[in-house]
């Protein structure tokens, strides 16, 4: 069984960019288990499910088959052979995201595919409860944060260069923060620091300096 470094935070705080360039350093597969929440809100819409209706989202959500690969050094998604790009990445997906996320049965259908990716090797995970929920045994848990004004910043930025941005700073802002008060106050495994795990503030850190301080505060046999 792989080994697993888990990493939480809200959206923005770079999770992402952390958890690419640790797995990178240590040859471990990154997990992006927010793709996951994504693939699941783009299908819904496809497929005209109200993802209002928590009942309508939960009996859809069995049906949706998810392929994962270990490809390039991450695990990648398929759905039906299909990869889904950036297509979940657009503010459609966002606005509906945290509604689909929300509902219990989601939550398990998705912590249980997560936790079977341990069959593929050592992981970086990331998510918003991947140290609470998912993987709260591991030894090396992570909750990395930043202002929000440092996250819609970055997120814009991101947005820009991935040339899907058509929003103010102020509102992917008002979005993020739309977004935290959904994640830290649902009922089914709400964003929260674990008991244990080594807050990380990067508001005023480069990417390079939080990555050293992920890798510092790993144990000590797996930074080799």
Same mark, same amino acid.
Request: net charge neutral.
């Given at each position: 069984?792989?080994?697993?470094?888990?990493?939480?935070?809200?959206?923005?705080?770079?999770?992402?960019?952390?958890?690419?360039?640790?797995?990178?350093?240590?040859?471990?597969?990154?997990?992006?288990?927010?793709?996951?929440?994504?693939?699941?809100?783009?299908?819904?819409?496809?497929?005209?499910?109200?993802?209002?209706?928590?009942?309508?989202?939960?009996?859809?959500?069995?049906?949706?088959?998810?392929?994962?690969?270990?490809?390039?050094?991450?695990?990648?998604?398929?759905?039906?052979?299909?990869?889904?790009?950036?297509?979940?990445?657009?503010? @459609?997906?966002?606005?509906? $995201? +945290?509604?689909? #996320?929300?509902?219990?049965?989601?939550?398990? =259908?998705?912590?249980?595919? %997560? *936790?079977?990716?341990?069959?593929?090797?050592?992981?970086?995970?990331?998510?918003?409860?991947?140290?609470?929920?998912?993987?709260?045994?591991?030894?090396?848990?992570?909750?990395?944060?930043?202002?929000?004004?440092?996250?819609?910043?970055?997120?814009?930025?991101?947005?820009?260069?991935?040339?899907?941005?058509?929003?103010? @700073?102020?509102?992917?802002? $008002? +979005?993020?923060? #739309?977004?935290?008060?959904?994640?830290?106050? =649902?009922?089914?495994?709400? %964003? *929260?620091?674990?008991?244990?795990?080594?807050?990380?503030?990067?508001?005023?850190?480069?990417?390079?300096?939080?990555?050293?301080?992920?890798?510092?505060?790993?144990?000590?046999?797996?930074?080799?």
């Amino acid at each position: 069984m792989g080994r697993v470094i888990a990493i939480d935070g809200p959206s923005g705080a770079g999770k992402s960019s952390v958890s690419k360039l640790v797995g990178k350093r240590l040859g471990f597969l990154h997990v992006d288990s927010g793709a996951l929440y994504r693939i699941m809100t783009w299908q819904c819409l496809e497929n005209g499910v109200d993802t209002s209706d928590p009942a309508a989202v939960a009996a859809f959500a069995k049906t949706v088959a998810v392929e994962c690969r270990a490809e390039g050094g991450a695990i990648a998604y398929f759905v039906k052979g299909e990869a889904p790009g950036e297509r979940i990445r657009m503010p @459609e997906i966002n606005a509906h $995201a +945290s509604h689909v #996320a929300t509902v219990p049965e989601v939550r398990a =259908r998705i912590t249980g595919l %997560l *936790r079977g990716l341990v069959a593929h090797g050592d992981l970086v995970v990331e998510g918003r409860d991947i140290t609470t929920a998912v993987f709260p045994d591991s030894p090396a848990r992570f909750y990395l944060t930043a202002s929000a004004e440092a996250r819609a910043r970055r997120r814009q930025k991101e947005e820009v260069e991935k040339g899907i941005a058509n929003q103010t @700073e102020d509102a992917v802002k $008002a +979005s993020l923060l #739309a977004r935290d008060r959904i994640d830290s106050t =649902r009922k089914c495994a709400p %964003l *929260r620091k674990a008991n244990g795990a080594v807050e990380i503030d990067s508001s005023d850190m480069t990417l390079d300096e939080v990555v050293e301080a992920v890798l510092g505060a790993l144990p000590a046999d797996w930074r080799n």
